[in-house]
């Protein structure tokens, strides 16, 4: 009974004939120790050579697959795989991985009026991307982005966008991304515009933005920075909760994101006027000399003091010497290098320890140069 | 078992009153096998390649074998019915085996059958538009230990999502590493479940589930309407014979309706209770209801059907002496908040694990066979 071949109860052609299949010693191997019948069913349907890769959809649908009661489709599949342990366990997953990226694909291109892209349920879609969640998001970049090619053709996303499932997908996108395409995309939801096909929150598109293949521009971290704290101030009247959700982004940056964490608590402090160092602003704009010389450029011809417009010349032409304009030259002399800038960069916020910005006392000074760089740099993203 | 019990209530197995019941006259005494038979009665024409597939499944292994011996067994499937399934089959047993044959009917068919009075007739309680007079008192109070599946998870964080948003002035700001997780094995809401204290905390949480049960049946209309999906069908027991067991906590209300394909799971439950007027339609479950799973047991069909299925009695409940609780169908509801009485989920360090199949079968066939050959039902 259990060697019957099980395909699927309704009869109708192969949708999807897969181009992948289990070899013989990983399906015997596996057979012998495949003790229930959803194991074998499912171990056959991976050994047949001209399986119906679609019926995949189907089992999430419940539809083909012998389920206890309240039991999960995904997670009944999973459960069917051989342990990890298993060494033919790879393979076999691998597979199976591969036939439900060309089942995904299937709906993906199917452009028919009666099509699943329009029909399947909410609940089936859940099921759909847990179990390719549950086998690696890396096996189904390619299925991903036909579904989501799809979507932008159709200018919305199968399931409601409000949903879990608008989530799920999204979540599929940032992993899938191939290029930085979408970075106007990611940047615009932190700014909190809706997106017809991506579903996210500030914090998942922030993940959007920086899952990109390649390095985002200062800039445009920057950019998001600002936009991250006008909507947390928008969104949160108590200080304390800004405060946390500020710590969060930090937190999800260093455990996500470490290439960017730097950078993005440097930006985060910047923006409150809290850097503490030169060497700290300078260290977020390694990668971006051509964004810092711009910064030091406007800071030379701003109002701020003489000492710091000296400053931000000599950084200016440490940067660009080629292209430093002979107004700047005239103040850059080795006696004021010398006495003004110091080898270690430091601000010299000790000498101001204990002023008050802003007519209320603070902890701790904020150097009136930095919170100008601040300034500067939004305005220069901003335009 | 309580000796003398079943001489004290002579009434209880043709008694329509369910005061007359007395769980402890079932006694283990008599054996007799239904080979040969399928619903309990003789094999016609219409049924005979099931009879072919039953014959192999009984001698393939245990699990095949207990699918086998409930349809065997099960004389609480009506004749109309037993054609309509012998229908079903013939059309698809060329292609699959009868294990799938009878999962898809029971997915695809159970949720719009079991509240027909042409086909489930005798098994039907409650159905307002269709019986003249509820065959069980509408006011009867139900429980049922339900499972988060993973759409009701997802409801749920749903509505944990909408809640926070709310809280951020309408703005969907989102959070850290935690919300980062959810997609990946639901840790977010399951940490949210894990943080709820109860009972304190059971009223925000019966809030936010009943939002997402609503999200769930809302969420199914797309699949209902192109027959791909049916409606849910839900499982319940009355609270008056769960009652004792109430405080001895999730691993028992297990045992004791039968959900032993769950007890080597780590997954959150909830319990419910609702009266049987807010069913909609409510029947006693059949095999062709429960499916292809090893955990049911058929119950004798000349049972007054309002006492229900009754359940197989797994684990440590089984060796504590506990009896058949009924079991009845219904299609998925709207919730209240206070139907939402408990969450659990059981311990990671709980002895629980798979309880012996063989063992809880073997047990509940003699006390099957003991109802059928008491003579009480004659």
Partial sequence: ?383 | LRAGAFDNCPTYLVCENLECYDPAVNRITATGATMGKIFDRDVDNRLQVVDKHLQEMESANPLLSAIAENMRLDSRVSEPRSAKFAEFAAASLSATNLKNVLNEYSSQKAWEEFRCPVLNQRNLLFAPQVLDEPKIAEDTVLVSVQKLFLLLLSKLSEALRQREIGMASGDDIGSGPQTIQFDEDNSYVNNWLNNLELPQDLPEFANLITQAYQRVIDSMMPDRANGAQPERICWAGRRDEFEPHREFGLRRWMEIFGLGHQLDKREWFILLEYPVINTGAFARPTVLDAGPTEWHFPTPGELPPKLGGRTMILGDAMLAGVLPLGEFVHKARRLEIENVKWLSRLPDDTNSGRVNLDKARAHHRDWFREVKNSGALK
Avoid at chain 1, 48 to 65: E, F, H, P, V
Avoid at chain 1, 166 to 193: C, H
Avoid at chain 1, 226 to 246: G, L
């Fill in chain 1, 1 to 383: 009974m259990n060697d019957l071949p099980s395909l699927s109860a309704l009869p109708e052609l192969a949708r999807c004939p897969s181009q992948y299949a289990i070899d013989e010693h990983a399906f015997n191997t596996a057979m012998r120790t495949a003790t229930e019948p959803r194991q074998r069913e499912l171990l056959q349907w991976l050994y047949s050579s001209n399986a119906d890769s679609y019926k995949i959809i189907r089992w999430m649908q419940g539809i083909g697959l012998a389920l206890y009661r309240q039991e999960d489709p995904a997670l009944a599949l999973i459960s069917a795989l051989p342990s990890d342990d298993s060494l033919c366990e790879p393979a076999i997953r691998e597979v199976l991985a591969k036939r439900i990226g060309e089942a995904v694909i299937c709906v993906a291109n199917d452009e028919s009026n009666n099509s699943d892209w329009n029909r399947l349920a909410e609940d089936t879609w859940i099921q759909l991307f847990v179990l390719m969640r549950r086998l690696g998001v890396s096996n189904f970049k390619t299925a991903v982005m036909q579904l989501f090619q799809r979507c932008e053709r159709e200018g919305r996303t199968p399931f409601d966008l409000v949903s879990e499932a608008s989530r799920y997908f999204t979540r599929f996108v940032m992993d899938a991304q191939p290029n930085n395409e979408l970075e106007k995309r990611w940047i615009a939801m932190i700014k909190g515009s809706d997106d017809a096909v991506l579903k996210a929150s500030l914090f998942d598109a922030f993940c959007g933005l920086l899952s990109m293949p390649r390095e985002v521009s200062i800039l445009g971290v920057n950019e998001c920075i600002v936009a991250f704290k006008t909507r947390i101030r928008a969104a949160f009247d108590d200080e304390s909760v800004r405060s946390a959700k500020q710590c969060e982004l930090q937190q999800l940056v260093d455990e996500k994101f470490p290439q960017y964490a730097d950078r993005i608590r440097t930006l985060l402090l910047a923006e409150d006027g809290d850097i503490g160092t030169l060497s700290d602003f300078e260290q977020v704009y390694r990668g971006d000399q051509a964004a810092l010389a711009q910064i030091y450029l406007q800071e030379v011809s701003s109002d701020a003091d003489k000492p710091q417009q000296l400053r931000a010349k000599v950084r200016y032409m440490e940067l660009c010497p080629q292209t430093l304009p002979s107004s700047v030259v005239e103040f850059v002399t080795d006696e004021n290098r010398r006495g003004l800038v110091p080898g270690d960069h430091k601000c010299p916020r000790e000498s101001r320890r204990g002023q008050s910005t802003r007519g209320l006392p603070r902890k701790k000074v904020k150097p009136e140069t930095l919170r100008s760089y601040g300034k500067q740099l939004r305005a220069t993203t901003k335009g």
